[in-house]
């Protein structure tokens, strides 16, 4: 039995945002699992580890989003702000977990569970509400932070490549535009020649009626 089932009250039409609560609320399951069987505090560790990495990301990836327009300052405080405590919450608490002064209880793990519902459906939805009155941006900027979260995670070397790699790509698409017009020209050259050759055919072949008549 799950402590949390995902629900389609928890939607907000964004979709790559309802994929990321998803998964939270599937970690979170996982982590209250791990409290009843077999509790290892090898497996405990990992999975507060990858709740801690997912919940970075995932912040950051709605902050992004409303970095790119479309929410009231009042609301982007308040939303960084609700992020700001929840990351320093997970981190107090794996770091007390570290130090053996806490152990995971079902009672922690209700409270993270409590606060991610709240947090999704109050202030997560009137982000996405107002998003969704800017459509249709909304899309592009949706693909902008993806498009970041991917870079972020880069090394300098690697941003450097991803860079060389975008202007060898856009060299490449103005070069078969280029083509595609010269191609596109030459075809109505020939269309034009043939059909004169066929005009000139045409009067031959009037010509040499006209002759044998
Ligand atoms: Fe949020």
Redesign the pocket.
Known sequence: MHIIKWSSDFALGIDEIDEQHKALVGMINALDASTHAEYSVENMRRLLDELNAYVRDH?GF?ERLMAGGGCSPELVTR?CG??AYFRSVLRDLTADFDNGRTSITVTLIEYLVHWLLH?IVV??RA?AHQLNASEPALKARVAAALMQEMTDDLTESERHLLAELRRANEELERQVEVRTRELRDSNRQLQTDLDAARAETRLLKAELAAAKG
Request: charged share 35%; aromatic share 12%.
């Open positions: 912040f709605e939303h609700e992020h947090h202030v997560d982000m």
